[in-house]
């Protein structure tokens, strides 16, 4: 993936704040920094948040933090178990150790340690990235279904190779699609999910989900 991609598809206007602000889960925070690797638009918007924030924070009387909080922050800090989320920054090329697959990872994927790539079904692979959660990592065989899944939460699934098409919608490199099941009401919940990668080529994908995933085809 290159800044040279066309992305017609994006991230909501609350995702990108989310991330800005450090509230977003670490697994959805890795697709955010995937598609913007290539989306000069999200870019300019997470620095026109970042800016804002900024002027925000100027704003704010200075307060006396407690004596313990650096002691807090110094135990968080020591305990943290996520690497390093990745910088926005172009692809330096292939390199052998960022390979699953024939998939090259991304940058912002460049110190994970993805599990090993499995058969999930018929012209279906599968990988996890992050357990925590969770980030899959899913090549699809041009023409091939993805399996019917419910999951309860947020799901952002960015494109890494080749295309899909789910709800009517064709989504390409770059693109990322935004599924949130908590902003429907109880009936809507858990509605099956349906992928099909486009025959041109395979499509390989990274997704971040809160709920597991449960697969119903």
Request: aromatic fraction near 4%.
């Amino acid at each position: 993936m290159t800044s040279s991609v066309a992305v017609s598809k994006h991230p909501s206007s609350a995702v990108l704040l989310d991330n800005v602000t450090g509230t977003l889960g670490f697994a959805h925070r890795l697709v955010v920094e995937t598609h913007l690797l290539s989306c000069i638009e999200c870019r300019d918007s997470v620095l026109f948040l970042e800016i804002i924030g900024t002027g925000l924070l100027d704003d704010l009387q200075p307060v006396q933090p407690p004596p313990s909080l650096l002691n807090r922050c110094l135990s968080s800090i020591s305990q943290e178990k996520a690497p390093r989320a990745g910088h926005i920054a172009a692809e330096d090329g292939p390199d052998p150790r960022n390979m699953l697959g024939e998939t090259v990872l991304p940058s912002s994927l460049k110190d994970l340690k993805p599990s090993r790539l499995r058969w999930l079904a018929p012209g279906i692979w599968h990988s996890t990235l992050w357990r925590d959660s969770t980030l899959h990592f899913i090549r699809v065989q041009g023409g091939v279904m993805l399996p019917a899944y419910r999951h309860r939460g947020l799901e952002l699934t960015c494109v890494l190779s080749g295309a899909f098409q789910a709800g009517g919608k064709l989504y390409a490199v770059g693109d990322v699609s935004e599924e949130d099941d908590n902003d429907k009401d109880d009936s809507d919940r858990e509605q099956e999910h349906l992928v099909v990668a486009e025959l041109a080529q395979d499509c390989a994908s990274i997704m971040a989900t809160t709920g597991q995933l449960r697969f119903s085809g």
